[in-house]
C-alpha cells in the first residue's frame, strides 16, 4: 500500500458540498489516509461529518452580502483569524501533505494557508457554474477537478493544461451500494412492475408535483406502472390533495415527503423524473437510471440547465423546462418512456457509459498524484 497521507478536506454549508466531500473521503479511508475535516460545527457538516466517522475542525468564517459591501470587512477579518486559528493548530500537531476544497467558502482561510506554507491542494467544483469560493482560490490549485465539461472554460489556463481534470461528482457509497431488491421490497413493489420515480431534491418541486397530478389518470392506466413521488416536506399535504388517492390507486402511488435511502430506491427505479441539481444529477448518473430532467427555473446563471445537459448530451436523458411540464410533448414522453423498455435500456446503458460511479476513486488518484508529486 502507499504511504500513508494527513489530508485535509474543506467542505460545507450544503449536502452538495459535504456529500462529494464525504465520499472521496470514504475512499481516502480505504486507502489507509487520515482524513480531517474542516467546517463550521453549526452548519450540516456539524451533523453528517461526525455521522459519517471523521473528525471536524471547527473553523469559523461567514460569507459577506455584495447588496452590503461593508460586510466584507468582518468576513474577511474571520478569514484572517481562522488562517491564523489553523497555523497555531498546524504548527503543534502536525501539517496536512495536501488538501481539498468543496467550493464552500470556508475552505478559504484552509486553503490560503495551504498556500502559503507550500502544501498543494486540489479544488473540486460540483457545479457547472463554479462558485465564489473555487474562482478565488483556483490561481494558486494544482487541480481543479470538475463534474461536468461545461465548468472547464472558467478554470483553464493555457500555461497550466493540466490543471482541470474532468472526474465527476463523487457520489457516497452508501447510494452506489443501492440494491434493486431491497428497494424494491422497502417500498413493496412486485419485481416485475415499471417504477417511476419522482423527486424534486431535499425541498422538493411544486412545479414537478403538480404535473403529476394533472398525469395522475393516464399514468395510473398504464398497466404494471408503479409511481414512488418525494415531494419535499413542505410540499406534502398540497401534493396529497391534488392527488387524492383512492386507496386501491395508494397501492400503486407511493406519496412520500422524503426519501432515506434514496440509494435502494434510485436503483430499484426504471424511470427517474427530477431536477438537475449537482448532486441529483451525480446519483442518477452513478447507478445509470434514464431520466428526466427539469431543471430549476431560478437557479443562479440558470446553472441546472447546464448541469442537466451532462445527461442529454450522452443520450442518457431527455430535458424539458418549467413551463412544458404542463404540456402534452411532456406528457407524451414521459407516457412513451414509461411504456418503452427498450428506449430505457438504452439510456441506461448511455447513462452507465459515463463512468460517474467511479468519481471517488477518480479524484483520490488525482489528489494522491499531486501529494506525491
Known amino acids: 500500500m502507499a504511504d500513508k497521507l494527513r489530508i485535509a478536506i474543506a467542505a460545507g454549508g450544503t449536502a452538495g458540498h459535504i456529500n462529494p466531500a464525504l465520499a472521496l473521503a470514504e475512499e481516502l479511508r480505504d486507502r489507509g489516509h487520515e482524513v480531517t475535516f474542516y467546517g463550521r460545527p453549526s452548519k450540516l457538516e456539524g451533523t453528517l461529518v461526525p455521522a ?14 455584495r447588496s452590503r459591501p461593508w460586510t466584507a470587512l468582518t468576513s474577511l477579518y474571520r478569514v484572517w483569524s481562522a488562517k491564523r486559528a489553523l497555523g497555531k493548530l ?11 476544497g468543496f467550493g464552500a467558502y470556508v475552505e478559504v482561510p484552509l486553503l490560503g494557508w495551504c ?27 494544482e487541480r481543479v477537478c470538475i463534474s461536468v465539461p ?11 493544461p493540466e490543471l482541470v481534470v474532468l472526474t465527476g461528482n463523487p457520489v457516497r457509497r452508501s447510494v452506489i451500494a443501492g440494491s434493486r431488491g431491497a ?4 417500498l413493496d413493489i412486485p419485481a416485475d412492475a415499471t417504477l417511476l420515480l419522482v423527486f424534486g431534491g431535499s425541498l422538493g418541486a411544486r412545479t414537478l408535483n403538480e404535473g403529476m397530478a394533472a398525469l395522475k389518470e393516464r399514468l395510473l392506466a398504464v398497466d404494471g406502472l408503479y409511481v414512488v413521488q418525494s415531494t419535499g416536506k413542505g410540499g406534502y399535504d398540497a401534493a396529497a390533495e391534488a392527488l387524492a388517492l383512492t386507496e386501491d390507486q395508494a397501492r400503486r402511488w407511493r406519496l412520500l415527503p422524503y426519501i432515506d435511502n434514496m440509494g435502494d430506491v434510485l436503483a430499484s427505479a426504471d424511470l427517474v423524473l427530477s431536477r438537475a441539481g449537482a448532486s441529483s444529477i451525480a446519483e442518477i ?17 440558470d446553472h441546472q440547465t447546464t448541469n442537466a445537459r451532462y445527461l442529454t448530451d450522452a443520450g442518457a436523458a431527455v430535458l424539458f423546462t418549467d413551463e412544458e ?6 406528457a407524451e414522453k414521459l407516457l412513451t418512456l414509461v411504456t418503452d423498455a427498450q428506449e430505457r435500456g438504452a439510456m441506461r446503458e448511455r447513462a452507465r457509459g459515463l463512468a460517474q460511479d467511479r468519481a471517488a476513486v477518480k479524484l483520490a488518484d488525482e489528489l494522491e498524484a499531486v501529494a506525491r508529486a
Not at 498546524?90 to 481539498?100: E, I, K, Y
Open 150 to 160: 461545461a465548468a472547464r472554460e472558467v478554470f483553464a489556463r493555457a500555461d497550466k
Open 285 to 301: 448518473a452513478a447507478l445509470g437510471v434514464p431520466s428526466v430532467l427539469v431543471p430549476y427555473p431560478f437557479a443562479t446563471a
Open 183 to 186: 428497494g424494491r421490497e422497502a
Open 52 to 65: 459519517a466517522g471523521f473528525d471536524l475542525v471547527p473553523v469559523e468564517v461567514t460569507g459577506f452580502d
Open 90 to 100: 498546524f504548527r503543534a500537531q502536525g501539517a496536512p501533505d495536501v488538501a481539498c
Open 115 to 141: 498556500k502559503d506554507a507550500h502544501v498543494p491542494y486540489l479544488l473540486h467544483e460540483q457545479n457547472s457554474v463554479p462558485g465564489l469560493a473555487n474562482k478565488m482560490m483556483a490561481a494558486h490549485a
Open 325 to 330: 411540464v404542463s404540456g402534452e410533448a411532456f
